[in-house]
């Protein structure tokens, strides 16, 4: 029987949290695994590695994506200027 190849996707920004984040992962990775890190910071060549973030919906990092569906761990609502002055930030 053949097993079907895993895409992980790990999105960082070069930072201690991505680092760790990136080697838990790869201390997991698989041989049916297809492992892909891209750092948003840096951007790739074609900015795929943007647009699949935009289009996972990632609004911070580190993020992880399997075949194609962000984890649920990694969904965070994305920082807005209303959820700022809930908490008193620009008022007086």
Do not use: W
């Not at 838990?24 to 750092?39: A, N």
């Not at 399997?66 to 920082?79: H, I, K, Q, S, Y």
């Amino acid at each position: 029987m053949a097993t079907e190849t895993r895409r992980v996707e790990v999105f960082t920004a070069d930072c201690p949290l991505c680092d760790d984040a990136v080697k838990l992962v790869k201390s997991l990775i698989c041989p049916s695994c297809d492992l892909r890190i891209y750092d948003l910071r840096e951007g790739c060549a074609t900015n795929d590695c943007g647009e699949k973030a935009r289009r996972y919906g990632i609004t911070a990092v580190p993020a992880v994506a399997v075949d194609g569906v962000l984890l649920d761990c990694c969904r965070r609502e994305p920082l807005s200027a209303h959820t700022l002055r809930t908490t008193g930030i620009g008022q007086p």
